[in-house]
């Protein structure tokens, strides 16, 4: 091979203001001198596990082959909810069993899974509130130099997923929902692209029952500040204002349902006597 | 050579607050695992080519050799807006051709400007909305590894400047205005250090036609609290408080003007009759 | 040895919205390619010596044996403040001498102190604002590739220390303050662990002379929304809340009293006649 180095992602929810991060890569940096640490991101909003489990889903796969993939958002640390390590096809994945890993791991072929429960590859004291740095970073970093995941703890067969919201589509068109909303206030639906080419016609947006817009091709579609729908680099549809954030100019928030319809009136409706 | 560790920075508007920047990051890792990724910043305002400009500007000489300096603030990304490839005498700098590179480039001696059209050096697939990850970070990596710029894409002559605000010198003084604000509330202005030397006397700051302070060597030649004028560590004077934000304090705003004069009053204004 | 690679860390104020940080990096790949960055936060806020102070030391004795760990909040930047270099027993530690070193340093052995004077080991113009950049990181990527100390400029016998706040442990229990609130709103007091021990009953925290909560094991031990004090992982006791933000919910701020006392109420107080 070209080269040895293996990389270590970590997608938490610790911030960058504090310590919390740089201690992690310090026992990473400790225990596997030549692993890299990536940041995915740090920001995930505190506890929650569904934006660290999006993070992770559409990221994971940009990484070399045995990248460990690190997401550590944890609300349950210090209880007994477990931890695993998960080995797939190309990657391993360590985390809290809380389903943080689980769209990642929906998305890949699961070869193991296994309990993190020898305490002998922790750090000597583990701490009931920062397992980040107790036991998922000398984990990571020992898997990365090559340590068997089996020693690690018991295989077992299963782990905590995530209701994914699968959108609903009918003959009207696709009723889905915010997912994500980015740092340009850009609304990630969980609409794919593969759903929008069940459509017959060039479909059109509906949010809170009004006509929205029409899904382009890129922001610069529209008019500057107009809305404007397009596939995202996620692959999923993504709700935009052209130089704007479609998240303030629209009120936009996760959980709100988005409708892709026929351009066309629906016919049924248009033969209602609205009187 | 000691080291053949090629260095790749980053100068973006993606936030950490998502995964963009961790996903550029694993393509390169995934294509060129012995490249170091640095962040300059991806802070900087969403959309603002001129704040992205100056500070890879200020910046980029202090990286080795060789360094590949790519700078992403993009909001033309998906049109039919060029992307380049700049090599300079040092180093190779590589965006969307919307004058992002051209504050840095006017500090270099060029050497080769090539569009970034070879599709088979991007990822597969490239998406309208994130060519951070599917055109620059590939493109970059690949740099790195000592692929030819000129693989990349057809030569062309020029590239898209930004306007720099030149100050204008007279006989009274300097009119300048200020380029950016910094994390500490500073007001960086366009009037550089060997401005300073053709004025005759110790200059004054003026701010909206009112005397500010003097000219300094630190922070600390003020009491706490109060407005100093200094050389700045990107070369440029900079309007700061000691101890405070000189931006919130003096409402200071990019663009705004800022007068630096003789000590003493202009003699055709002593003269005024101002009765 | 496996790896002759060092590690640099970062301790600073200068925020990651600016081109401050990565032109640090720049400095140090370009005089020690090989030598690895870390930063441990930029987030400091501005000026504010002790939390530097206190992100240092809890942070540094999690990396690998030889890294130099440098500090930087100095609003004495430019005046006559000394900087200095501190070897200790296991470290290399960097940085203004105004404090910022001292919490840590008082948990090393220190083996030689030495002001940085030599200014061939700086870069060549240094600007008065920015001895990251133009001193600090030169030194530190000069240490790194094995540069002896002596070289930067005369020993000295001692350094600036900050004041610990130790809390006070009388018959009634231990009186504390906030040191530290952290991204998730938990307040770290200067209560330790070993002070605890000295209780002889389970304990319980008063705030604003009110009983809060009982100390816990973890954040899962009240119910969410409830307050909860636990030894956290800097080895300190925290306020926290479960699923919130302690500071935000109970208005803490740093130096703010805590007090922890005996779960019974003292004797002296429940003979008291009330009326």
Not at 28 to 48: C, F, M, Y
Not at 59 to 81: E, L, N, Q
């Amino acid at each position: 091979v070209i080269c040895s180095v293996r990389c270590i992602t970590f997608t938490t929810d610790f911030g960058t203001q504090d310590w919390f991060v740089g201690t992690m890569k310090g026992v990473v940096q400790s225990l596997a001198p030549r692993t890299n640490s990536v940041d995915l991101t740090h920001e995930i909003p505190p506890g929650d596990i569904r934006a660290g489990a999006f993070a992770l889903a559409v990221s994971y796969a940009f990484f070399p082959r045995d990248t460990i993939h690190v997401a550590i958002v944890d609300p349950g640390v210090g209880t007994s909810r477990g931890a695993i390590a998960v080995r797939t096809d190309h990657y391993v994945f360590l985390g809290p069993d809380n389903g943080v890993l689980s769209w990642a791991l929906s998305r890949e072929r699961v070869r193991a899974v296994h309990t993190l429960e020898n305490r002998r590859y922790f750090l000597p004291e583990v701490s009931s509130t920062f397992h980040g740095r107790d036991v998922f970073a000398p984990v990571a970093a020992r898997l990365s130099t090559g340590f068997p995941l089996k020693e690690l703890g018991p295989a077992r067969a299963d782990f905590i997923r995530l209701d994914w919201p699968e959108p609903t589509l009918s003959r009207r068109g696709i009723q889905g929902e915010v997912l994500y909303i980015d740092r340009f206030g850009n609304a990630i639906t969980n609409i794919a692209a593969r759903h929008l080419t069940s459509l017959p016609r060039n479909p059109t947006i509906f949010l809170r029952k009004k006509r929205l817009c029409a899904v382009a091709a890129t922001y610069q579609s529209v008019p500057f500040g107009s809305p404007v729908a397009m596939v995202g680099s996620s692959g999923f549809l993504e709700i935009a204002i052209h130089g704007g954030s479609a998240a303030q100019r629209l009120r936009l928030r996760r959980g709100m349902r988005i409708d892709v319809r026929n351009r066309l009136p629906d016919p049924s409706r248009s033969t209602t006597n609205r009187r």
